[in-house]
């Protein structure tokens, strides 16, 4: 596990009158304290090689691979807190710490429960990689309790849910899907990636495990690609033993990056999420919308859900143009302000087709089916001015 050098401190002082707000966390939580060298922002400790302390384990040895110099232990710090977990550890990708995570808690003849449509990366590695190491997997709707119990096996180690879904923005029943992890003695593990610690905690509904992709919202400038594990401190230890067998981990310039754009974290989500909202209304509206999904509009089927676990609604809208396939394409070309690109979470809005992007490697007909036209448009929604993104989107509506 990463520690603090001896003598230094990196979390915060614990307060005595009430517990600090989200805004407090993302400047201070994780800095050290004395300021090395009384330097206000910490340090990028860019040493691969740090000096042996006698008997201490290898998972002890300050080194670069295994995440846990000074860079790492103050980001990991500052995760912890943002998330109200014991520990958490940072890699070197939002995949290095799922499949760790994953890894960490699953052996050849085991058996894992995962909701349906996730991620194109994780979706790949649970039936490709884990298959070829022997573990099975079984995929079920998170709106159905029943479907869990019927997949239940002897051999069933492992949870695995989204708490928004990628692409299809859909919220299923995520205490409920908690609690029944913790009846049947299961591992729960929640990518919360979409949400962020702003929008939702999930180790508050008990949640063994919550997993990020930092390149997106913690991070939120486009420029590190990182990944975060966070729980209690026996589990992180067995993920990050897999990370440092992996190679999995996170340079100490990445460490900094990250630790810079989550002290703005709180105010970015706030205003991703107010966009978000904003420009999901004005789509609902418009005649050349086929659907809309964002859990903040009152009409989304995953709205109560979202309104009964979220601060906010986040800031990620999928919706479908009328005209087919030729017309979205004319839509993205059409836009001035969004970028067409992949990835989510920046400051900047993105728009992409999943079925181009994220979930290409799957049958056409396989994405129909999980629900994934190729017209289907995924938009990250950035931190500009509400109206240019609303007048923008309909210009480049009628356009098309």
């Not at 401190?9 to 400047?27: F, I, K, N, S, W």
């Not at 194109?120 to 479907?147: K, S, Y």
């Not at 810079?260 to 050349?288: D, I, W």
């Amino acid at each position: 596990m990463p520690r603090a050098p001896e003598g230094e401190e990196t979390a915060m002082p614990r307060p005595e009158r009430h517990e600090r707000g989200p805004r407090t966390l993302a400047v201070h939580a994780g800095e050290p304290r004395p300021p090395i060298h009384g330097a206000v922002a910490t340090p990028i400790f860019q040493s691969s090689t740090f000096l042996v302390e006698e008997g201490r384990g290898y998972h002890d040895i300050h080194y670069m691979r295994l995440s846990n110099t000074p860079s790492h232990v103050a980001v990991a710090a500052k995760l912890a807190a943002l998330e109200g977990t014991e520990r958490a550890l940072v890699t070197g990708s939002g995949m290095a710490a799922i499949t760790s995570a994953l890894l960490a808690h699953l052996k050849q003849g085991d058996h894992v429960l995962a909701q349906r449509c996730l991620y194109g990366g994780t979706l790949d590695f649970l039936t490709e990689n884990a298959r070829q190491l022997g573990i099975e997997t079984t995929f079920v709707p998170l709106d159905d309790p029943g479907a869990w119990q019927g997949a239940l096996r002897p051999t069933t180690r492992v949870l695995y849910v989204e708490s928004i879904t990628n692409p299809l923005v859909e919220v299923g029943l995520l205490e409920e899907a908690a609690a029944f992890a913790r009846a049947q003695g299961l591992v729960s593990l929640i990518d919360n990636t979409f949400p962020s610690p702003m929008n939702f905690r999930p180790a508050a509904l008990g949640y063994d495990v919550v997993l990020h992709s930092a390149t997106k919202y913690l991070n939120g400038h486009s420029d590190v690609v990182a990944g975060v594990a966070c729980g209690s401190a026996a589990r992180i230890e067995e993920i990050h033993k897999q990370v440092n067998i992996l190679g999995g981990s996170l340079d100490s310039f990445s460490c900094y990056l990250l630790q810079r754009g989550l002290k703005t974290l709180p105010l970015r989500v706030r205003a991703q999420n107010e966009n978000a909202l904003a420009l999901a209304k004005a789509l609902a509206r418009n005649p050349a919308v086929a659907s809309v999904r964002y859990p903040g509009l009152p009409e989304d089927p995953s709205h109560a859900q979202a309104r009964r676990h979220f601060a906010g609604f986040g800031a990620i809208i999928a919706f479908v143009p009328r005209g087919g396939l030729e017309a979205a394409r004319r839509f993205c070309a059409a836009l001035a302000i969004p970028l067409h690109a992949v990835s989510l979470g920046g400051v900047e809005t993105l728009v992409c087709r999943p079925a181009a992007t994220s979930h290409a490697g799957i049958p056409a007909a396989e994405r129909r089916a999980l629900g994934i036209p190729d017209e289907r448009i995924r938009i990250s929604v950035g931190i500009e001015d509400e109206a240019d993104l609303i007048e923008d989107f309909e210009r480049a509506l009628a356009a098309a």
